[in-house]
């Protein structure tokens, strides 16, 4: 698969003028893209890649510092955000366009949305660092004419490998959100949300299954501070902050996520424990809001659903997104790194996982993040040999690069893999023997 090498055309963004809103999309426009690297830039160094972005002109760098772009939407980071979120974040999100991940994105109308949409409401996706910034950055878009609303990732939304071990991601949810959005705009009639406010009286094949879901249509307001739903309801969100237009966007999450076979794979909540880890264990973790767990359940049981979201009028995402998109046919990749202690032995984990086998492809660049707090004093590194110094070799430095302090947010190690490599290099820590047991990375070209 080679890189498409054709010129982006992107008129997303127009400059800190005012701007018109986008009603029309131009269906007949030629297909321009190109592949994502995932590579992190710093501010300039993205300004200079992606000229037609003339919103970047708006003082989105007093508050983000590293940049992704993924098929026309820019993934914006918070300083100290460590790099594999990142790009966990800006894969999941890539996923999403490009579900077969062939490089070409699945529904040229909702790509180009992302290209036209004068308003920006979905160039932007967001991955914040700490409570103070993120208010000042909220302080900060409403006087603006892009970037808003932004979707945003906060600390530790962004799971990598999370999904694998079965804890529920939060990047997958916010990011479909935002993806969900995209549908409400290029299909109304299908998958879009009426304006409540504006006295809007339509409903959309979406909203009229919601209605069926909750028991309840859009004039049902919450009793006493909480809302009261028929019990042949499956869709009994109870937060009244979310009003009827909130409730259609997470009614999409769920009837997606059931489908694709997400939520049946999930084993716990996030940040629970391993050993907490039931069957099914996130889908009896959501019963008070969702009923359905299974694709089964939900053609048997929101039959409206389930023929709208599998409709092949669409292309809507069909697989998991699990933030691996393109594995070695593209160039930058994040690995989380963590340590856990077996029978008094501490190792390290990658994305969860002990030993897993890994390729690395020769001119690629791999963060492997030591921001977890288990990585304190337990500095990795590479070799040549097994267990580097504690089997008799030295370290590996070509291409390596080391930033932080393990333990410290945002704290990782960096590779690019020269040309010359070996077949094969190990991890180790040169504060403790053993932390990699039989794990190898293989070198491929």
Not at 214 to 227: A, F, L, Q, S
Not at 385 to 395: F, L, P, T, V, Y
Request: proline share 6%; charged share 25%; with cysteine.
């Amino acid at each position: 698969m080679n890189t498409i090498k054709i010129m982006m055309v992107s008129v997303l963004l127009l400059g800190c003028a005012p701007t018109k809103s986008l009603t029309q999309f131009n269906e007949n426009l030629t297909p321009s893209y190109v592949k994502p690297t995932f590579e992190p830039m710093m501010f300039y160094q993205y300004k200079n890649a992606h000229p037609e972005l003339r919103g970047l002109d708006c003082g989105i760098d007093k508050f983000f510092d590293k940049y992704i772009n993924v098929y026309g939407v820019t993934i914006a980071a918070m300083p100290k955000t460590p790099v594999p979120e990142i790009i966990h974040a800006a894969k999941v999100y890539a996923q999403l366009i490009d579900n077969d991940e062939n490089f070409h994105p699945d529904d040229i109308k909702i790509y180009h949305y992302h290209q036209e949409d004068y308003r920006g409401r979905n160039s932007l996706i967001v991955l914040v660092d700490n409570k103070i910034m993120d208010k000042k950055w909220i302080g900060f878009k409403p006087g603006q004419k892009f970037w808003v609303p932004a979707q945003a990732l906060r600390p530790g939304h962004s799971g990598v490998g999370h999904s694998r071990d079965g804890e529920m991601d939060i990047a997958v949810e916010e990011l479909f959100h935002k993806y969900g959005k995209s549908l409400q705009i290029v299909y109304p009639k299908d998958f879009g949300l009426p304006d409540e406010e504006a006295g809007d009286t339509w409903a959309s094949t979406l909203t009229d299954a919601m209605d069926s879901a909750r028991g309840i249509n859009r004039t049902v307001k919450p009793v006493n501070n909480r809302w009261i739903y028929p019990e042949s309801a499956w869709y009994t969100y109870d937060a009244i902050s979310c009003g009827w237009g909130c409730q259609v966007d997470e009614y999409l999450w769920h009837v997606w996520a059931t489908n694709i076979g997400y939520y049946e794979m999930l084993t716990r909540p996030p940040d629970v424990p391993k050993d907490e880890s039931k069957t099914k264990g996130w889908c009896e973790n959501l019963r008070f809001e969702w009923k359905l767990c299974t694709r089964k359940d939900l053609e048997a049981t929101d039959l409206s659903a389930f023929n709208l979201i599998n409709s092949t009028r669409y292309q809507i995402p069909n697989t998991i997104p699990f933030g691996e998109y393109g594995g070695n046919y593209v160039e930058y990749h994040g690995y989380e790194i963590d340590v856990i202690n077996i029978a008094g032995d501490d190792r390290y984990t990658i994305n969860r996982r002990l030993n897993p086998n890994i390729k690395l492809k020769r001119g690629n660049t791999y963060y492997f993040d030591q921001s977890l707090k288990r990585n304190s004093s337990l500095p990795l590194r590479f070799s040549s040999s097994e267990d580097g110094i504690h089997g008799g070799g030295g370290e590996y430095r070509d291409g390596v690069v080391v930033k932080g302090i393990p333990g410290i947010r945002g704290s990782y190690v960096r590779i690019t893999i020269p040309k010359n490599a070996p077949s094969k290099i190990y991890l180790y820590s040169p504060s403790k023997p053993g932390m990699f047991k039989g794990c190898v990375l293989a070198i491929t070209n």
